[in-house]
């Protein structure tokens, strides 16, 4: 408690009350839990939750609090869930659906806002995306106007709002349209017109979801006034690096899912350019950052909206043969219990020959073992992970093969003004990652917080690997077998055949000439 006592950042929030959207999602739940365990004089933090798979707020608050990624707050201080209030409300509702008397509570009390609730579906239909994206936002700009001290609202956007561009700068880029105008235009428009528009609308960014998330930093730009506002746009978020612990991860979106499904042999081709930079970034990175961005924003005069490119790319890259190769012998060292094929991945530059083996090395065992699991009682399943996969990959493809400059001012300026202990409290300085220690991290997250498999299962595993591994060798043994003899007897068959047609052949030219 004594070295939080030193912390310029912990101290800003000492007796703050915080309101936040998207707390139950992947970055909110370790936002939560970061300003609670290093925050601790924070009052309260107010969550916004609506309704969904048929669970209350409360419900899921419930179901919020028993995740793994309190484990470390509760041993320091099991009160800790008395300072969150749970808001019923929803986004994608006029008033954020919130009663009047939370209202009430939030505008008297709040003084720090955390936008960080989104649609991050890449092909959501456009009118879905709009409402969650851009209308969301502006009914949280809307509140902040209301909120009595506000001292920050910090959004959290993407570092692709502006994949368009080769090069982009902590700045909002100007749009064809308002985002008003394709607000009132979403109103009125049938989705067959919105289909029509849309490859116009996009340019040349590949979704919805970017799209969207740019006209939100325009909406921002254009209706936040002088109210005291940040935007923070991180890249690809995956595991934690340190906080709540080393690796943690409770999603298998983006390259988490491709990592896994690499581990368990069902990944084997991937059209990918294996020197491409992947730019990644840990989620405790981009935490630590939003809590910094609003001790600054609240605590230093600002002329502009300040933006923050919070990427690795540029400072600390990392490429995705750098991914593969240290990686790979990790699935084979720490094992998972259950794999489909034998871990094996090949990158490949030409998509013609990746659609080749997608067929053959994907789609064509995913058939066998479909139809063997029907004919023994089991479940068709196999099939449709591999559209998902695919789905899933397909859309990683933007953003692994093309690279983008993301200049980055603001950010390390920011770190530059962290005093003692806040340079390691809230760390967001990437250079820091090595990267190698990082992908263990985060290879043993995916086997212990996602496949929830202890590390007690690594030797089991082992053994059941190699025999994985036999047996496959017996199957392309066989296989590659049954192919030569196929070839030699077809070898055989040809030669029998040219004889018999070459005699045949003789005798019909005997027979004409005798003709003659």
């Known amino acids: 408690m ?16 915080v309101f936040i959207t998207g707390a139950t999602g992947f970055m ?22 609506r309704n969904k798979k048929g669970l209350a707020p409360k419900q899921r608050m419930d179901q919020l609090l028993n995740d793994k990624v309190f484990g470390r707050i509760k041993e320091e201080n099991n009160n800790f869930s008395n300072k969150i209030v ?32 989104a649609t991050v579906k890449f092909e959501e239909p456009l009118r879905v995306a709009i409402n969650y994206n851009i209308l969301g936002t502006q009914r949280v700009i809307e509140l902040a106007h209301k909120v009595h001290n506000l001292a920050a609202l910090v959004h959290v956007s993407t570092a692709y709002a502006n994949c368009d561009r080769n090069r982009i700068d902590e700045v909002i880029y100007e749009q064809k349209i308002t985002p008003q105008q394709l607000m009132d235009a979403a ?42 506002v940040a935007i923070v746009r991180p890249s690809i978020v995956t595991a934690a690096w340190k906080d709540p612990y080393p690796g943690w991860v409770d999603n298998i979106n983006n390259v988490t899912g491709v990592f896994l499904a690499t581990c368990k042999g069902v990944l084997r081709t991937a059209f990918l350019e294996s020197t491409a930079v992947l730019d990644i970034v840990p989620v405790d990175i981009v935490i630590n950052l939003l809590i910094a961005v609003a001790w600054n924003t609240a605590t230093k005069q600002h002329k502009d909206i300040l933006i923050y490119n919070c990427t690795t790319g540029l400072v600390n890259p990392i490429t995705i043969s750098d991914v593969q190769k240290w990686t790979f012998p990790l699935a084979l060292k720490y094992p998972c219990s259950e794999h489909f094929r034998y871990p094996e991945l090949t ?93 263990k991290d985060y290879y043993m997250g995916i086997r212990t917080f996602i496949l ?19 047996t496959n060798k017996l199957v392309e043994f ?3 077998l049954g192919l030569a003899k196929l070839i030699l007897y077809k070898t055989d068959l040809s030669t029998t055949l040219s004889t018999l047609l070459g005699g045949q052949t003789n005798s019909t030219i005997a027979i004409l000439t005798r003709a003659k």
């Not at 808001?87 to 806002?113: A, F, H, K």
């Not at 849309?198 to 006034?225: F, Q, V, W």
């Not at 690279?403 to 962290?418: A, G, M």
């Open 187 to 228: 109103t009125w428009m049938s989705d067959d017109m919105i289909e029509k528009l849309l490859p116009d609308l996009l340019g040349n960014r590949p979704n919805t979801y970017t799209y969207t998330k740019a006209m939100a930093e325009t909406l921002i730009m254009e209706s936040c006034g002088q109210l005291p």
């Open 28 to 49: 909110g739940k370790v936002l939560v839990e970061k300003l609670l365990r290093s925050c601790p004089g924070v009052k309260t933090l107010y969550l916004l939750m």
């Open 2 to 17: 004594d070295v939080l006592k030193e912390s310029e950042i912990a101290h800003f929030f000492n007796g703050r009350s």
């Open 347 to 439: 990158l490949r530059r030409n998509r013609f020959v990746h659609s080749i083996f997608v067929a053959l090395d994907h789609y064509l065992p995913a058939y066998v073992y479909d139809w063997i699991s029907a004919m023994t009682g089991g479940k068709r399943r196999m099939v449709s992970i591999y559209e998902k996969l695919h789905k899933a990959t397909d859309q990683l493809v933007f953003f692994a093969t093309r690279q983008w400059q993301f200049k980055s001012i603001n950010l390390p300026e920011l770190h530059d003004q962290l005093q003692g202990v806040d340079q390691e409290t809230f760390c967001f300085d990437v250079r820091k990652i090595d990267w190698p220690t990082y992908l």
């Open 452 to 470: 929830k498999e202890d590390i007690s299962t690594i030797p089991s595993a082992r053994r059941k690997l190699r025999r994985l591994f036999l």
């Open 86 to 117: 749970v808001v019923e409300g929803d986004i994608t509702v006029d008033g954020l659906g919130m009663s009047q008397n939370d209202l009430n509570s939030i505008i008297e009390n709040v003084s720090v806002i955390f936008h960080s609730a």
């Open 478 to 480: 066989v296989i590659y």
